[in-house]
């Protein structure tokens, strides 16, 4: 059974682009979530998706956002990127009331 | 409100037992347990629903005492593959169900 799939595994981009990332679940899985990992904050909470909803939202600001495709592939954006926005950004899918799986992540580095 | 881990750090021998705990303000639905070596995702480990039910998975087992909000993670007889970060992980249910707020870790170390 493939595992939670993140692409591109790292990015560079400047301060004030955009950016998207990309999740695929395991497959059956309906509900992604995002956190962000960062060696001050630890990992932090974005947001959560089932079945193309966004059933939770952490407390980041509106440059912060995401979406659910059909297919249960979700996607991440982050507008206007800031300095502090450089981490890995980790995408997690489960089943039911199972434990989540975790993505091996995307590393960002904003310069 | 993040969950607080204690300790914050464990250094142990091959063969020693260690316990970590997470405690939580809020009233809690679930509570998770992940493993994180670096430079890797972490690895789900176990949840716990509340009713006080404790778990096992290998030598390594949680209980979950919902009247405190209280968490622990017992990793007994440890192997040098036991190193790593520990994450708990707690889910207050109702509208925040699936949104996980994750302790700040606590770093294993295993030696032989």
């Known amino acids: 059974k493939a595992g939670v799939t993140q692409t591109p595994r790292y990015l560079i981009k400047t301060r004030g682009q955009q950016v998207t990332l990309s999740c695929s679940p395991i497959?059956?899985?309906?509900?992604v979530s995002w956190y962000q990992q960062t060696p001050g904050q630890g990992l932090q909470f974005l947001f959560e998706?089932?079945?193309?909803?966004?059933?939770n939202k952490g407390n980041f600001p509106g440059r912060f956002s995401g979406r659910q495709f059909s297919n249960s592939r979700s996607e991440m954006n982050v507008s206007t990127l800031e300095l502090g926005d450089s981490a890995l950004y980790l995408c997690?899918?489960?089943?039911?009331?199972?434990?989540?799986?975790f993505g091996s992540g995307t590393r960002l580095t904003v310069v | 409100q993040q969950p607080v881990q204690s300790p914050q750090a464990v250094i142990l021998r091959e063969g020693e037992d260690a316990v970590i705990n997470c405690s939580s303000s809020k009233a809690l639905y679930s509570v998770h347990w992940y493993r994180q070596k670096h430079g890797e995702a972490p690895v789900f480990l176990m949840i716990l629903l509340k009713g006080g039910e404790q778990k096992g998975h290998e030598k390594i087992s949680a209980s979950f005492n919902e009247k405190k909000q209280q968490s622990s993670l017992y990793l007994t007889a440890s192997q040098l593959s036991y190193s790593g970060t520990y994450f708990c992980?707690?889910?207050?249910?109702?509208?925040?169900?699936?949104?996980?707020?994750f302790g700040q870790g606590t770093i294993l170390t295993v030696h032989p």
């Open positions: 997690a899918s489960k089943a039911g009331g199972a434990g989540y799986t």
């Open positions: 497959s059956g899985h309906r509900s």
């Open positions: 998706y089932f079945s193309e909803t966004q059933r």
């Open positions: 992980g707690t889910d207050a249910g109702g509208t925040s169900y699936g949104k996980l707020t």
